[in-house]
Nanobody, 126 residues
Framework: VQLQASGGGLVQAGGSLRLSCAVA????????MGWFRQAPGKEREFVAA????????PYADSVKGRFTISRDNAKNTLYLQMNSLKPEDTAVYYC????????????????????WGQGTEVTVSS
């Protein structure tokens, strides 16, 4: 399984970006998907996740109300709409796929995901 993240860039605080993650293969609809991010000098952290059926969508508290995760199973693509961006959102953003169904708490754990994209860099200037 190959994941290709895109859509990152430089944006001013308060601006918006939409990240995409294209997943190669015909089994995208069977994966639980997640977005994680890693800022310079920090550990990778959970951002948002979405179940294969688009039901449950947990978010990190730091992005709740500003970011929206979604998926289009027909297009094999995962999205992250990021609004009201802040300088502290600056990071490399990674998409990830889990081949087995995850319980709610496990959706937040990077160790539970099987496949990772290469990351796309987001820089938010103040």
């Amino acid at each position: 399984v190959q994941l290709q993240a895109s859509g990152g860039g430089l944006v001013q605080a308060g601006g918006s970006l939409r990240l995409s993650c294209a997943v190669a293969g015909r089994t995208f609809g069977t994966y639980d998907m997640g977005w994680f991010r890693q800022a310079p000098g920090k550990e990778r952290e959970f951002v948002a996740a979405i179940r294969r059926s688009s039901g449950t969508t947990p978010y990190a508290d730091s992005v709740k109300g500003r970011f929206t995760i979604s998926r289009d199973n027909a297009k094999n693509t995962l999205y992250l709409q990021m609004n009201s961006l802040k300088p502290e959102d600056t990071a490399v953003y990674y998409c990830a796929a889990a081949a087995r169904g995850l319980i709610l708490t496990s959706l937040r754990l990077a160790s539970q995901y099987d496949y990772w994209g290469q990351g796309t860099e987001v820089t938010v200037s103040s």
